[in-house]
């Protein structure tokens, strides 16, 4: 044991300070992100004074709330060299589904279906991945696509029924308590579970366990397809429950209503310091990941720059941050 | 390995393409070169976007801005044809697709970040800067190109929109595929490690491969503009469909194996699909679902036969 201090001692007496700093950053990778989202707040205010305020930190974190979420999806199956394409369309499916079953039977009823359903791609994916063996990609791209179908067709049957959003979900999508948004109530429960969950449970540990080394990890013992099952099941759960937020937050729900959330929270996941090759990451990487974005969000919004233009640097951020957490923990 | 193990998966997929156009003819007896003629016009974009994909993929890598780079071509192309011969126009815009492959692919490598990462931020560089040439759909495109791929010549029922595609992939990819450069292609996508020990530039093979993704990418832009003639800044729904194609034709996500031909008759198969269902009266929104369905089907299918033949 002695040894092994000394020489990590020698170590760090002779590597140079930017690879200190590097495995420093590794080993605890939300910190280069905290400094980079104050930088960029910084900017932020910088450009337009006085634009910091609690209403506008309210405003920033509820619309980062369902980014965050849908980026759990991602980062959670990242974990085990997966992805979920079919995250956004699930919450999409739970959203349209809960304004229209509840007319007819009910806000718990819609509730209930809506999860329901998005357990259901959930189950069909973990299938797919864990006993299939087929890539995630194609296979959550593929369920995605299914699921986009069944809801076109559903929409043929409901669409006299007229859409109403429960009360508590508008509740928790718009309102706001001591100024911060409500959203908050559901996500700092969630976001305590998941990070505590990957910690400190065995599901947790097999995840990262898969990921590191799937061969090794059935070696041991893990039945790699139950895990999968339930991974995607959860993850499912997760995007449904995103869907339900989301859709008390906008109050108008359409066929592609969190689609264009996909990208950005693969994004969220990536820039959170989540390796899509599996086995590294963390859930409160991906939060601040998700809050970066929204704030690069409304920079560019003050930028008035054209929409093309915007586009542009909002890929060329997402590149940059990439690149340098890539280049800082590089050397660990 | 005799010729036939060697292209099963192609094989396999002819036959159930040659399957499907008998049931076409069943549902609709009048089905002939004319509809022949517009199921190639339709494939067109999906079968160079497919290109592009698949050789990425067989370099180890993925391409998530295809789409994006066909859309910035096809803007480029219509703008310039105001104002340009079509020639130099289609020229100018095939080395565009290239060069913008290449920095795609240079990224990858100086960054070192996953490709998958790289091309997703690509994605929305390429989609603003279609936005930034054409804000709106625009541009003209020279007569002489729409028509090229209308009608068909030369055989009688074998439509001119496949004969220039398989002229324009065939033109890139077999000297390649013969070429020192294809067989570096195939050795970084099998392993990266022991092709770079085999004394492969294992970076300039990539930044290759991604060239000649955005090559075809841009022939790709080509041929929308050619069908719609007008430039559209908005990306189509190129990438999902090239994926499902890539992964269809027998192209191992991971890398290293398979070839072009696959995945285009594979383009073929589910375009072909969506014409059936089309003529049997299905619900276009059922058809959404059946083509999800056929595509997780067949690939599970692949995956399942390929665990037997390693167990075996």
Redesign the interface.
Known sequence: MSMIDQTDQAEVESTPLHVRIGRFMGDYPVIPLIILLGCLVGVLEFMRPGIISPFWLGNTIKFAIPLAMLAACQMLTMLTAGIDLSAAVVATVSAFVVASVTPLYGPFAGVMIALGAAVLVGLVNGF?VGV????P???T??????A???L??YQ?FVINTGADIPDFLEWLGTGRTAGMPNGLFLFVPFAAAILLGLRYTGFGRLLFALGSNEHAAKLSGVRSWQVFMALYALVGLIAGITGLLYVGMIRAPSLSLANPLL?PS??AA?IGGT???GGRGSYAGTIVGALILTVIGTLLTLLQM???????????I??GV??LY??LT?NR | MSFAQKHAWTLGLVALFLVLLGITKLVQPTFGASGLESLARAALPFAFATAAMAVVVIVGGIDLSVASIMAVCAVTAAVLMESMGAVPAVLITLAMGLGMGMINGALIVLTKVPDIVVTLAMLFVWEGTALLILNAPGGTVADGLQSAIAGSFLVDGLPNALIVMAFAIAIVWIPLKRSKLGLSIYAVGSSELAAFRSGVAVGRTKIAAYGICGLFCAMGGLSLIMLTGIGEPVPGPYLLASVAAVVLGGVVLGGGIGGLLGPIIAVFILRIIRTILTLAAVDPNVTTIIEGTIMVGVVMFGAVLMMRRRST
Do not use: D, Y
Not at chain 1, 141 to 146: D, M, R
Not at chain 1, 308 to 314: E, H, P, W
């Open positions: 797919g299939a063996r087929v890539h990609l194609i296979m791209l593929g369920t995605g696509l299914i986009t179908g069944c076109q067709v043929r990208l693969v994004a990536v390796s899509i090759f054209p929409q093309g233009a915007r586009v542009v640097f909002f890929g060329l997402i590149l990439t690149a890539v280049r590089e």
